[in-house]
């Protein structure tokens, strides 16, 4: 059965430090998708990133950055020079290949972790 | 353009009442899932579709739990009989296509957060 686990409940930090969010998942298949996703203040859900099984290199996207590890079945979130604005829930998930087989991507989530970045 | 788009954004109820949540997913988009959020929670999968085709239920919690897109576009989340603990954010979410391609990344909607009292 698939499983995701972020570890970190709360995370606060003080605006311009970095900060990692962890995500460990667990997963039977080969092939398999992992996705980050941001729920602001404001409650909606915001796609970050999205990566395959297949493709370990690390992303960076601006002051972001996302470090995906087989071996130890992590795919974990930087965000370098934090700022008030990156406040917010962030959820790891995880969509196995029988899933998109069938022409779907059905998410399983972690519980995510609340960042707080204080002035 | 216009995002996924569910209403109402808040309801209320009392136990026992039936509620019909609706979601109107982004113009073109052939999958469209429906995910329930506990407070303090991650979304928890529900029900998909592709077109108007139930194709998973296998989330629903029960038989009070029912959905439907008959027109392949717009979907309401029905819930009979409502209990206290279905209480929580129900989430809808729409993508393109529902394969492994690059341009299939799930859109969600800003919920419909459901209190029963």
């Given at each position: 059965a698939q499983k995701v686990t972020q570890?970190?409940?709360?995370?606060?930090?003080?605006?311009?430090?970095?900060?990692?969010?962890?995500?460990?998942?667990?997963?039977?298949?080969t092939t398999y998708y992992l996705f980050w996703y941001k729920q602001p203040p404001s409650g909606e859900l915001v796609f970050l990133i999205r990566r395959n099984s297949f493709?370990?290199?690390?992303?960076?996207?601006g002051r972001y950055s996302w470090n995906f590890q087989k071996s130890t079945s992590s795919f974990n979130f930087t965000i370098?020079?934090?700022q008030v604005v990156d406040s917010a829930v962030y959820f790891c998930a995880l969509s196995?290949?029988?899933?998109?087989?069938?022409?779907?991507?059905?998410?399983v989530f972690g519980q995510g972790t609340r960042l707080t970045i204080n002035p | 353009g216009?995002?996924?788009?569910?209403?109402?954004?808040?309801?209320?109820?009392?136990?026992?009442?039936?509620?019909?949540?609706?979601c109107d997913p982004i113009s073109g988009h052939v999958s469209l899932y429906?995910?329930?959020?506990?407070?303090?929670?991650?979304?928890?999968?529900?029900?998909?579709?592709?077109?108007?085709?139930?194709?998973?239920?296998?989330?629903l919690p029960n038989d009070r739990f029912s959905a439907e897109r008959p027109e392949g576009s717009i979907s309401t989340l029905t819930i009979q009989r409502?209990?206290?603990?279905?209480?929580?954010?129900?989430?809808?979410?729409?993508s393109l296509i529902g394969s492994h391609t690059?341009?299939?990344?799930?859109?969600?909607?800003?919920?419909?957060?459901l209190t029963v009292l």
């Amino acid at each position: 059965a698939q499983k995701v686990t972020q570890a970190q409940t709360e995370i606060s930090v003080v605006e311009k430090e970095d900060v990692t969010l962890d995500c460990v998942y667990e997963t039977r298949d080969t092939t398999y998708y992992l996705f980050w996703y941001k729920q602001p203040p404001s409650g909606e859900l915001v796609f970050l990133i999205r990566r395959n099984s297949f493709d370990e290199q690390n992303e960076i996207s601006g002051r972001y950055s996302w470090n995906f590890q087989k071996s130890t079945s992590s795919f974990n979130f930087t965000i370098t020079a934090s700022q008030v604005v990156d406040s917010a829930v962030y959820f790891c998930a995880l969509s196995e290949a029988q899933w998109i087989i069938q022409g779907a991507q059905k998410l399983v989530f972690g519980q995510g972790t609340r960042l707080t970045i204080n002035p | 353009g216009a995002g996924v788009s569910q209403s109402p954004r808040y309801k209320v109820t009392k136990r026992g009442q039936d509620v019909a949540l609706r979601c109107d997913p982004i113009s073109g988009h052939v999958s469209l899932y429906w995910y329930r959020q506990a407070l303090g929670q991650g979304p928890e999968f529900l029900t998909y579709f592709n077109y108007e085709a139930q194709q998973d239920k296998s989330g629903l919690p029960n038989d009070r739990f029912s959905a439907e897109r008959p027109e392949g576009s717009i979907s309401t989340l029905t819930i009979q009989r409502t209990e206290q603990r279905d209480s929580a954010m129900y989430r809808c979410a729409s993508s393109l296509i529902g394969s492994h391609t690059s341009t299939d990344t799930q859109y969600f909607g800003p919920g419909t957060r459901l209190t029963v009292l």
